[in-house]
């Protein structure tokens, strides 16, 4: 990278290949989803040191429920110990940290726990890290679509006043500007309903590795082409 100039603003990441990488390895699925948050904890560090200001994850989606009782489990317990294990570092880093998704579904314990980590580094003024838990874009939607119709039955909102921008207000990163550059690693292609309505003009970097390989010369190697690539925004040729 040349300068900071040439950064995105916002880069979001969906991390694919956890359990591949695993079966891999001979190692479990636990495994993987173990080292991947390893993976995700250095790609904080480092984008908050490049003055990346907006990183958000796709850590586990609504239909990641569908996955297998243990699985499911440990990966509850991965949130769980989370603040244990690593929002020091991120609180050392400046870092703040911010959950999306349909939060009002999980349970208490959850939502405590999302709480915690939110109200510890709610001062930080660094980079932004936002994950997407119990996430899905249509969903996101959904819930936005719903909140305006309850807005202009209560009287607050009219009806003709909706626009693109109201909707975007609605939404759960309404105080997230849209990502510059979309990462997806495990050498699949698509967007797996992640930030559909926020993604329209992103650019995409897709990448073989498997999540728990993903390392930091892959990920400036992916900064280097976006910062490569002409943005047009749906003009030009």
Same mark, same amino acid.
């Given at each position: ?28 699925? %636990? ?13 904080? !560090?480092?984008?908050?040191?490049? +003055?990346?200001? *907006? ?5 586990? $989606? ?14 509850? %317990? ?22 999306? +998704? ?22 930080? =003024? ?8 119990? *996430?899905? +874009? ?22 003709? =006043?909706?626009? %693109? $921008? ?5 939404? =759960?990163?309404? !105080? ?15 967007? $797996? ?8 003009? $992103? !650019? ?5 590795? /498997? ?13 280097? !082409?976006?910062?490569?690539? %002409?943005?047009? /925004? +749906?003009?030009?040729?």
């Amino acid at each position: 990278m040349n300068s900071k100039q040439n950064l995105p603003r916002h880069v979001a990441v969906i991390m694919d290949g956890n359990r591949r990488w695993a079966r891999l390895n001979n190692l479990s699925n %636990e495994s993987g989803h173990s080292n991947g948050i390893d993976t995700l904890v250095n790609i904080a !560090e480092i984008a908050s040191e490049i +003055g990346i200001e *907006y990183l958000t994850f796709y850590s586990f $989606s609504k239909e990641n429920w569908n996955r297998g009782k243990n699985e499911i489990t440990y990966l509850m %317990e991965l949130m769980a110990n989370f603040e244990s294990q690593y929002l020091d570092k991120i609180i050392r880093k400046n870092i703040k940290i911010k959950v999306i +998704g349909d939060i009002e579904t999980l349970s208490n314990k959850q939502k405590k726990i999302i709480n915690n980590v939110e109200q510890k580094t709610k001062q930080n =003024d660094g980079m932004n890290l936002i994950t997407a838990f119990n *996430y899905s +874009g249509r969903d996101e939607l959904v819930r936005a679509i719903i909140e305006i119709i309850n807005e202009i039955g209560e009287g607050n909102l009219l009806r003709k =006043d909706v626009d %693109e $921008s109201t909707v975007t207000k609605y939404l =759960d990163t309404r !105080e997230i500007p849209d990502p510059d550059l979309i990462i997806r690693t495990g050498g699949e292609k698509r967007i $797996s309903n992640f930030l559909i309505w926020q993604s329209v003009y $992103s !650019e995409y970097v897709f990448v073989d590795d /498997y999540w728990p390989d993903f390392k930091t010369d892959t990920f400036m190697c992916a900064l280097k !082409e976006y910062a490569n690539r %002409e943005r047009r /925004y +749906g003009g030009g040729i």
